[in-house]
């Protein structure tokens, strides 16, 4: 998928609307695929003594992953090929032959000066405690009392999501940290920002000529299909901080390294508890001063203004 034709073509399927549904029944195929192909992987790694397990083995593993043999790699596992075949293969594909263009059209603007990518580093872990601020005031959210089966209906949801997310990062070995990392980190990562920033974001952006209407909208999208209601606004916060990265670098590869700092340094910060490396729990809930919350905003709002003065002062030298 490499760039050799300098010359624009069209898409197969035009208009914005048409082609974001047919992004979606890619999604949907690729979702369905990706089941197949876990199912028969796990079957064939959960075997015992030659006998398999019954059909409905990713069920339980989700409900229940500790009645399953090796449930923690299991359930890695099917992360892994679920994210794949959910998030990356179907958007490339779309991208490819519906959209008929290649990987490198997804950077616009190459970066290669290192200062941006520190700068980049430092956002995103200079960003953290005022998001935290965020998640505490978005789990204590409440809904009109006539909404109430709804709330009950989110909150279950939210208890079921968290068990799955509280086993998933009880790692303690050094093999168990590479996989999550991988897993956790490096393949939400990539294929999210494929789909989210690279393709969602730009369709939008062309359809209203409005970048930061499509922004928003993009990353409202991003966080809501987490299915995370108590977890919404500081998500749709990271994926706006993504959406502008990749706005003002045209880059994205910007944002994938961002998306990745900001799920790796939490992998790594779990492992390094778990081992008693550190004192700190990142996925402790204890409340962030607001002191420290209001710090943590302005040194964010002045790496992102000196990012986007570095996009404006490149933009004049071109």
Known sequence: M????????????????????????????????????AIFILIQYLSVNGESPSLDIINTLIQNPDSVPNGWYAL??????????????????????????TIRSFEMQPVSQPLVW?????????????????????????????????????????????????????FETFDQFVIAMVVIGIIPAIGEEVLFRGILQRKLAEEWANIHVAIWVAAAIFSAIHVQFYGFFPRMLLGALFGYLYYWTGSLKVAIF???????????????????????????????????????????????????????KRTVHQ
Do not use: C
């Open 258 to 312: 961002g998306h990745f700092i900001n799920n790796g340094f939490m992998v790594l910060m779990i492992y390094l508890y778990h081992q008693k490396m550190v004192d700190t729990n990142i996925e402790d809930s204890t409340s962030v001063p607001l002191g420290a919350a209001l710090v943590s905003l302005v040194i964010s709002l002045g790496l992102l203004y000196s990012i986007r003065q570095w996009r404006e």
């Open 2 to 37: 490499l760039e050799n034709n300098p010359i624009p073509v069209q898409p197969r399927v035009p208009g914005t609307w048409r082609s974001m549904l047919v992004l979606v029944g890619f999604i949907l195929i690729g979702m369905s695929v990706g089941n197949i192909i």
């Open 76 to 101: 890695m596992l099917l992360q892994g090929i679920a994210h794949v075949f959910t998030y990356l293969v179907p958007p490339l594909l779309f991208w490819y032959y519906i959209e008929r263009k």
């Open 118 to 170: 520190g700068s980049i580093l430092l956002l995103v872990l200079a960003f953290m405690p005022f998001n935290s601020l965020i998640v505490e005031w978005n789990s204590t959210m409440s809904l009109p009392g006539f909404l109430s089966g709804v709330e009950e209906w989110m909150k279950d949801k939210e208890d079921q999501l968290a068990k799955l997310t509280e086993y998933l990062t009880a």
